[in-house]
């Protein structure tokens, strides 16, 4: 059976706490293409599992879930940017949660762009990649260059990139003059998951964190379904330790570059249970009164 919404999210706009949207656009992908069809595939898989989490207890049949569907689709990244900006804004504008659903990674800077006040808000950037070039194949809006837009809205001491172990020299040299904080994957296996996130989540500063996670940020033997599979890379428990650490703070969320015809739907189905990790541990430590 085919399911168009994310499991759970039967609640009203005006209700919700969550807005789940999806952005099928996977234009400035420079590897394989088809993570245009990562958002459904993300909500189809999220109807495996049950509502209630027993880490935590809370039923995600008993919290507002809403989901908007998908954005239009657009034929280039500054058409997808300038009305996805404009589409999550009133998201944020009511108080509401978005969980965003891509998308190739470009799809990224817009949701963070729309937040109404930038200087307040920090971003954990959890990617194999830097993504920090300039411009990638003459387009500034590639997925290759997503954090370095959304330094370039937030400033570099609110982002964090978490899990990177892929970097071109140039990436390299420019941040040095920049000064964007990364942890690599490299560090995590060293030191550890727990120790890592720490030390990455005390960069931000601010009260409140935007998720944005790269699923090859996951090693690809759990995550083979995405367009950059990049091997040694964080395990699944590690990036849902990462969320549950961040979710406090949780402003907003995506995931980003599932390519569903790559596997047999492992990535697409873990995707989904990153998504309600980031709800339930947010609920967690914010039940409602």
Known sequence: ???TTFADASASWEEAKFVVAGIPFDRTTSFRPGARFGPDSIRQHSWNFESYDLETGVDLAEVPIHDLG???????ATDMVNAVREEIRPVYAAGKIPIILGGDHAC?????????????????YIDAHMDFRSSYLGDPRSHACSSRRIVEKLGARNVVVLGVRSVSREELDDNQAI?????????????????????????????????SLDIDAID??????????????????????????????????DIMEVSPHYDNGNTSALAARLAREAIVRHVQAHPPR
């Open 108 to 124: 990224s800077p817009p949701c963070v762009e729309a937040y109404p006040d930038g200087g307040s808000l920090g971003v954990l």
């Open 1 to 3: 059976m085919q399911h």
């Open 70 to 76: 998908n954005a239009s689709e657009f034929g280039n």
């Open 220 to 253: 690809p033997s759990y995550a083979a379904g995405t367009g950059t599979p990049e091997p040694f890379g964080l395990t699944p428990r590690d990036v849902k330790y990462a969320i549950g650490q961040a979710a406090p703070r949780l402003a907003g969320m």
């Open 179 to 211: 000064g964007m904080s990364f942890v690599t994957a490299h560090e995590v296996a060293q030191e550890g998951i727990e120790a890592s996130v720490q030390r990455a989540l005390n960069m931000l500063k601010t009260d409140r964190i935007y998720i």
